[in-house]
């Protein structure tokens, strides 16, 4: 079970950060990301890390957020600057079935419901 919190409503240029909470099993075994879907657009990989520390971003926010995860709190984090109006999505945690993270929906089993982000003036 995974649960987003810390969407809402941010200038541009603002910054958000996003919170995942996770229940029933423990995060420090698997890899975890981040995936948006804007309207009328399709599910979009954003940031990964695994196990082992590693992330990886997708080219449209790179520079801008960053991953982080605290395996004692069975917590993952987006930490989101210099948002942009095409910033505007349903943000979803999710967790992968392997240890090494990968950019594809595929490899990732529990979602959680997603929460909205809107960076609007």
């Known amino acids: 079970h995974l649960v987003e919190s810390g969407g809402g409503l941010v200038q541009p240029g603002g910054s958000l950060t996003l919170s995942c909470a996770a229940s029933g099993f423990t995060l420090d075994v698997y890899a975890m990301g981040w995936f948006r879907q804007a309207p009328g657009k399709e599910r979009e990989g954003i940031s990964f890390?695994?196990?082992?520390?590693?992330?990886g971003y997708a080219d449209s926010v790179r520079g801008r957020f960053t991953i982080s995860r605290d395996n004692a709190k069975n917590m993952v984090f987006l930490k989101m600057n210099s948002l942009k109006p095409e910033d505007t999505a349903v943000y979803y945690c999710a967790k992968s079935r392997f240890a090494y993270y990968s950019a594809s929906g595929w490899d990732y089993d529990h979602w959680g419901q997603g929460i909205q982000v809107t960076v609007s003036s």
């Open positions: 890390t695994g196990v082992d520390g590693s992330t």
